[in-house]
């Protein structure tokens, strides 16, 4: 089963209107967390947003929020007023213990963003 | 700017060959950690080292090796070159052995080719 599925392969948004990119995970573990990293045509890949397991509010950083919805098993990024630079490709990826004193990271297979003028 | 620089940027050589792809991490980071992005498996975890020592190990091939540096820089060996080890390959650096807020950085990649 996938641990992190992200369903969109492609969207697109005009500029200045705001966009949400799915992201459902998969885990038994109490204590995990939640990323969404960014990677432009240009190969980087941008750290955005963290978002804790534990954590009762949803993250946010400056444009971008997390819509956590632990019950669902759900953490999707909302990207407001887009801008033609967040054209990119998005990937959600979630951190869950791997042995004891040990993590690894698992990212789904992203979402790519085009926003358009 | 991550912090996190990763040398060549671009490799290109042919199948049978060793090549090494080097990655200094952010200031302050103790964790490295080496990911292959390909077009069609994704982005995956190869191999995790904090502060010298090996931390977790992911779908690495026996192929492949990697060392952490006293200076906190890594190294990744791909030997033995096959086609399908063509991808992009990064380096990601995180302060800690992971969990808590622990956040991963990556740096700009490799891009690997093999002919």
Redesign the interface.
Known sequence: AQKITQTQPGMFVQEKEAVTLDCTYDTSDQSYGLFWYKQPSSGEMIFLIYQGSYDEQNATEGRYSLNFQKARKSANLVISASQLGDSAMYFCAMREVYTSGTYKYIFGTGTRLKVLA | D?GVTQTPKHLITATGQRVTLRCSPRSGDLSV?WYQQSLDQ??Q?LI?YYNGEE??K?NILERFSAQQFPDLHSELNLSSLELGDSA?Y?C?SSPT?????????????T?LTVL
Do not use: I, V
């Open positions: 991550s950690y994704g982005l975890f995790q931390r977790a992911g992009l990064f990601a052995p992971g969990g808590g807020t622990d956040t991963q950085y990556f740096g700009p990649g891009r």
